[in-house]
Structure formats: structure tokens, C-alpha cells
């Protein structure tokens, strides 16, 4: 689509074989055949079928089925059911989490206006928007949702709110001028947006853009192009998959191989062996756990009202290293504030944010009541209070002085029955100012409020302290800079003046001679609660980062106010540096693009950053889907952006995002120690068989034996380790680096500790010989299970001594473990189920013996942690 923008209204009109008069029907009709209906493309959803289908594609999964076809042929019936559920749980669970339809361009479609007015053979007639074709002209008046990109032809006070697109907060005020040269989205005020709404005035426009022409279908094509890549857990458990399948394979044919060569045993016997070795090697229960570690981490995130759509997101917030943050809505609360007056030649402050009427001045508002008058009755907006929230019918601008005035006491709703409003000049963007007359006191007076410069030029006296006197050269350089200061904050500064009209005075003297009496300086402000929440990140290793369509200057200084800290660049300047090279430094960008958004995050993700996106309005969607995890607003955000996130922030409050940082923490964590635990206790299962083949020993566990063990440690006790609490330095340590291996600093866990299990156990097996096969195979098989359950307890925390971590803090911990020594007992001790699992009755010596034993374990584990840390 051509730069409209740029060119005079007739030669757009002459590019789009079109007049002022609109374009005849059949002609229209022809457009659209060519152009296409006027709405957003979609991309056919994935069907369920494929979705289930590709939760089989997991190499961990294959291994699975592929032991448990084995085991179908071994005529092991029991060991097919048992992975069998495994298999066919962990398929259901990931269909369940992933299917999800992809709605984001359905909440596109549904911002296209559902009519649109155009002219047509020379007449307005009302039309279907998807009928609306480039060189329609469009009629819009306020409250139209605009239909489509189009350029305007005539504007009477028109004013649209673009906030969804742009981020810009303010309502822009539309021209018909063409812009002389290229400029961002937010500064084309010649231009209507589809899906951007009319507040006030009216126009006529010419289309120039329908469906995925607009900007809004750019957006949706880059929604469409950005797939959603796969999560640091995810990644790793891939790889993690793959390395296990091959080495458990080549382990499983070398036992058989090597045992049916160097023993008498049965090669049925050894087959069964290397099954079971290969099914307590694979770690099943992974998939399962994690996925049972994530849904608890979302429900706990639930609650402190951050949503997750996508499961394997929860952790990944835990990782990331940047929050890239839309300011308007975000940062800050999307309602604008009068903070400062300059009146009676000082500066006032004024307390609280918001539209809520609650704050104070510094000064006593009695002496600038006239102030806050004529910003309440020159004012065509309205406050109410709704459900408690306090909501603006009209302009921002106008609603932050109904506040103020309310924040001075002033009855908003008496004033208007006090001092009723007779006539007014309208405010446009060549005036820059508005003037309203009332009556007070029966008299006649003009209030007028508009931009300082322009104001004061109007202006010969000055109001101070109930005087009038004469406005002097001087007095007025001292209001301009005044003016200036409050701008370089950010402020946005409007002038007040009032003049007593006589008998005589017409319109064409309203503003004449008028006596200026302050400036009122407002600003969105930023969030209460944000200022902490953000230093709370950057403690945690987080670095913020504020994107907005906003202005460099505002933008710089809601930086400032919430603790930002770094360079700003807006997003022409984003175009000419190498980002890639300079986005570490970087903390705000301004006035920025759809296209801007997804460069800052790609730029950040190829620097190594886990990127995590927050956002509510439909420019920040494709950046939400780039992004490693999108966060949008509940409240505020659009269809678009929530359909695009992976969380949802119910409250729209930022501090949420600490909150929900918390729990990834803790998820990855408790991830972290179900890898520990069942690795250490797979890689020991595996060592005392291996070890057993190369010493010449004997079996010294069956195969029923191992997958016993397997399936009474790998349970319960691994799912209560999913919800382990949030260790006490989680906050505290900066974010993991995304490349850094599951396996990073639980070493112990999986090098030292299987040794000194497998140790334990064939020593006992070779001692207890003596007194018999069955008697030394119980030994190592009950050996093999506490060396387990005690390890279990001990990897609540993998960084801390237990005792010092909370040793009874995880009470569902110790349940599992009791339960577990209770069933390895009851089997032990029962005659029916000693028969089943070849085992035999132990003394109290003998459980004393075992539980020593296994403690060793135990005790090296806790020690070493003693020693790391200090």
C-alpha cells in the first residue's frame, strides 16, 4: 500500500480512480472482486487429530512403547499395562494443555466494525464493512469504529482513539493536511485506522487500504508469521529425551548380550532383565511430573491472578531475563493526572494519580478555586462512579481537571447548574483553544483554556491573589518557562484565562484582552505499586524495558519516575543502528511500530535473553507471540493480545509479574529436583546391575524387583517434590543462564551418590549370600529402595542442608516416603506377595542394617551441600 499520507487529497483520489462523490455501486462491486472482502485472512487450525498425533513424537515416548511392545512379546502383561497407562496418560495430558485454537485473528476480525457508512452513487448508504472497498469514501461521526485505512478528505474536530494500535494514550486530533515527510503510525493524523474508534467530530476519508492491507492486517500477518518457539525446559528436555533413548538402548543390548554370554541364566531371563533395566532407566514419570509441576504452578499463579494458557510457560517466566513493557496501561495506570498548577506565580502540587477524586494540594485550593473552575466548566467530558471505579465519558485531558477540581472540593455537577454554559467557541487544531460562556453572578464571562504560547498572547492582565493586574513582558517569559520545565518532565501544560464580556462583546471578541490566571500540568501517571515491583526484578537479575508509541520525552520520564535506567531511542532512530549490538544498553524505545516490537525482541533473544512480553493493546501482539512468554493485560488488553499471550495478568497490575516470576522460579526449581532424585536413583538401579555382570555375581535383582523399585520411588515421592515450597534465596539469585543444562550444580546427585548406593547395595548382596539367593536379592532390593527414600528427602533442596531448608516444611514429602517404606515392608513381610516378588521376611537386625546403610547416602549428600556453600 502506497504512502497516502505523504500526497495532497485530490492526487490520492486520482491513485484510487476515485472523487468526493464515492464510487458508483457497480463499480464497488467490481472492487471487490478484485480486492477481496473486506476482513482478516485465516489460517485453518491445526486439526485435533494432528494435534494428539504429535504427542507421540517425543523420543522419549517412543522408547516406551517400544519396551512395551517388548514386554508384549515376553508375554510380560503386567510391565505392557504399566507403561502402557504411562504412554497413553502423557499423550492425553499434553492433547489436553495444547489444543487450544488459535484465536488471535478471530479477535481481529471481531475489531472490524460490523457497518460502515459510505458514499455511494452519490449518496450515504450504510454497508456491510466486509463490502468496503479501496476508493469508498467514508462518512464517520463519533463513537464509528472505522472500517478501514483510509485518508482524510474533510475532519470537523475529529479526534480518534488509537491507543490498541499506536500505545499512545492521548486521543489523536485528525487534519486533512498531508505530511511533507515519512513519519510512524502515531504521528499520521491525516490518516483513519481500521479498527480505531471516532471520540468526537466527524469526517469524510477515502479508503486505501481493506482487510489484510490495513495495519491492522499487517499486524495480523505478523501473528500469523511469529510461531511460538519452544521453551529453555522444553529444549532441554528434547535433548535430554534423544541422549537417554540411544545410551538406554545400547545399554539394554549390551546387559543381554553380555549376560546370556558370561551366565548359565536363561536368555529369557536376561531379555526380561534388560526390558525392566530399560524401563527404570527411562525416565517415564518425566513427562508425567512435570507436567503435574506446572499445572500446580499455574493453579498457585492462578490465584495471584496471572493466567497461563500454555503449560511449559510457567517455568520459562522464572528464566527470563528481560520484561520488555508497554508503558500505556501497563506502567501506568492509562488515566491522565493534573501533578502540578502554576498559579499566583508559584507551582502547586497535587497528590494522586488517576481518575479516582482522592488528594490533596500543597497549597490551600481556596486561593486558585477560579482555577479549577473554569478548567471544570470549560469541559465537555464526565466522570462517574461505577461498580466502584470511577469512569470517564469523553476526552482524558478534559477528565483529569474534572479531578483536580474535585480534588479542590468544587461540586462539578453544581457548578454547571451555578454557572450554566450559554455559548462557546470550539476548540480545533489551528485555534488551539476553547472558550465557553456563563453566567455568573448574572454577568456574562468567557473561560477559555488551550496551549500556554498561544494563550498568553491573548491575554493582557494576570490574576494573583484575587488581583488583577497587568500581564507584563516579563511576567509572561516567566509563565513560558514555567511552561517549558513542566514540558521537559512530560507534563502536558494547558493556559486558563477568563474576561467579564459587556453588552456590546460578540463572538469576535470572546478572547480578546483576556486575564490569564494559571496553567494546569497533567501526565499519565505511572502505577502505584510498579516503582517496587520493577526494583524487586532488577534484584532477581531482571532488566526492564519500557516500549511505547508514546513520545521520547514522556516515555523518558515515566522511565525515570519508575527507576528505568539506560539509553532511549525511538523508533525512526531504531532503523539506523545495528540493535543487535546495542540492545543491552537500551531501556526505552518511543514511538515505535508492530515491526519495532518484534525487532527489540529478536534483537534480545539472539543477545541469549529469555524474553518475556507484556502488553495489552493489539500492536504489542506479534511481539507477545515472538517472545519467549507474551504477558497481556487482563482488564485493559484487547482480544487480540490475550489470544496471542501465553499469560494473562487478571489485574492488569504489574507487581503480578514478580509474583508469577516467583512461581517459574519455584517450578523449575522442584523440576529441577525430580531430575536429581530420579536420575540419582535410575543411574543407581542401572550401576548394581552393570556392576553386577562385570564382578561375575549373581543377579541380585528380578526383573519384577525393578520395576517395583521403580514405580514405588518414581511415584509418589517424585509428585510430592512437585510441589515443594518456594526455597527461601529464589528471589535472590540472578535468572539461570537460558543455555545451562538441567543437570547444573545437582552433579552430586548423579555422579558420587549412585556410586555410593551401588556400593551399598552389592555389598550387601555379596554378604548376605551366605544365608541364601532369596535373602541377599531382599537385601539389595529393600537397600535400593530406602537408598532412594532417603535421597528423596534429602534433595528438598539441592543448594541448602535440609535442615536448614525446612526438613518437614513439604508435609504431602513425608507422607510419600512413609507410604513407600510401608509398601516396601508390607512386601517384604507379606507371604502372598513374597511369593509374587521372589522376596523373603527380614529380621529387625537385618532392617536395621538396611536403614544404616542407606542412611550413608543420605549423610554424604547433606555434608556436601554444607561444603559447597561455604
Known sequence: MADYYLLPEKEVLAKLQSSSQGLSSVEAQERLKVYGPNHIREIPPESPFWIFVDQFKSPMMWILIVAMLVALVAREFVDVGVIGVIVVLNAVLGFAQEYRAERAIEALKKMISLKAVVLRDGAMKEVDASDVVPGDILVVNTGSKVAADARLLEAVNAKTQEASLTGES????????????????????????????????????????????????????????????????????????????????????????????????????????????????????????????????????????????????????????????????????????????????????????????????????????????????????????????????????????????????????????????????????????????????????????????????????????????????????????????????????????????????????????????????????????????????????IKVVMITGDHAVTAQAVARELGIEGKAVTGMELDKINLEQEVDGIAVYARVNPEHKLKIVDALKKRGHIVAMTGDGVNDAPALKKADIGIAMGLSGTDVAKEASAMILADDNFTSIVRAVEEGRRIYDNIQKYVAYLFAGNIGEVLVIVGSVLLGMPLPLLAIQILWVNLVTDGLPALALSVDPLEIDAMARPPRHPRDSIFRGIGQYVTVYPLILTIGTLWLFDYFQLQGMAKAQTIAFTSLVFFQLFQGVSVRSVRRSVFSAGLFANRYLWLAVLSSAALQVFIVSTPFLQGIFKVTSLSLVEWGVVVLFSLSGFAYLEVHKVFARQ
Not at 231 to 260: D, E, H, K, M, Y
Not at 376 to 384: G, R, T, V
Not at 495 to 509: I, P, Q, R, Y
Open 170 to 541: 492521548m486521543p489523536v486530533r485528525k487534519a486533512v493536511e498531508s505530511i511533507s515527510k515519512e513519519v510512524a503510525i502515531g504521528d499520521r493524523h491525516n490518516m483513519l485506522f481500521a479498527g480505531t474508534l471516532v471520540i468526537d467530530g466527524h469526517a469524510k476519508a477515502v479508503v486505501v487500504g481493506t482487510g489484510m492491507q490495513t495495519e491492522m492486517g499487517k499486524i495480523a500477518a505478523l501473528i500469523q508469521e511469529a510461531a511460538p518457539s519452544e521453551t529453555p525446559l522444553q529444549q532441554q528436555l528434547s535433548r535430554l529425551s534423544v541422549n537417554i533413548g540411544i545410551g538406554v538402548v545400547c545399554l539394554a543390548v549390551v546387559i543381554f548380550v553380555v549376560g546370556v554370554l558370561r551366565t548359565d541364566q536363561p536368555a529369557t531371563v536376561w531379555l526380561l532383565t534388560a526390558i525392566a533395566l530399560a524401563v527404570a532407566a527411562i525416565p517415564e514419570g518425566l513427562p508425567a511430573v512435570v507436567t503435574v509441576g506446572l499445572s500446580v504452578g499455574v493453579q498457585r499463579m492462578a490465584r495471584k491472578n496471572a493466567l497461563v494458557r500454555y503449560l511449559p510457560s510457567a517455568e520459562t517466566l522464572g528464566a527470563c531475563t528481560v520484561i520488555c513493557s508497554d508503558k500505556t496501561g501497563t506502567l501506568t495506570k492509562n488515566e491522565m493526572t493534573v501533578r502540578k498548577l502554576y498559579v499566583n506565580r508559584q507551582v502547586v502540587e497535587i497528590a494522586g494519580v488517576g481518575y479516582s477524586p482522592e488528594g490533596y494540594f500543597s497549597k490551600d485550593a481556596n486561593e486558585f478555586e477560579l482555577l479549577l473552575r473554569i478548567g471544570a466548566l470549560n469541559n465537555d467530558s464526565e466522570l462517574h462512579l461505577e461498580n466502584g471505579l470511577w469512569q470517564v465519558v469523553g476526552d482524558p485531558t478534559e477528565a483529569s481537571l474534572l479531578v483536580s477540581a474535585k480534588k479542590g472540593k468544587l461540586d462539578v455537577e453544581k457548578l454547571h447548574d451555578d454557572f450554566p454554559r450559554k455559548d462557546e467557541l470550539e476548540f480545533t487544531s489551528e485555534r488551539k483553544r476553547m472558550t465557553t460562556v456563563h453566567v455568573v453572578k448574572g454577568k456574562r464571562v468567557a473561560y477559555t483554556k488551550g496551549a500556554p504560547d498561544i494563550l498568553l498572547d491573548l491575554c493582557s492582565k494576570i490574576l494573583v491573589n484575587g488581583r488583577v493586574e497587568r500581564l507584563t513582558r516579563q511576567e509572561k517569559s516567566k509563565i513560558l518557562a514555567q511552561n517549558e520545565a513542566f514540558a521537559r518532565n512530560a507534563l502536558r501544560v494547558l493556559g486558563f484565562a477568563f474576561k467579564e464580556l459587556v453588552s456590546k462583546d460578540g463572538k469576535n471578541s470572546y478572547e480578546n484582552d483576556l486575564v490569564f490566571v494559571g496553567l494546569q500540568a497533567m501526565i499519565d501517571p505511572p502505577r502505584l505499586e510498579v516503582k517496587d515491583a520493577i526494583a524487586r526484578c532488577e534484584s532477581a537479575g
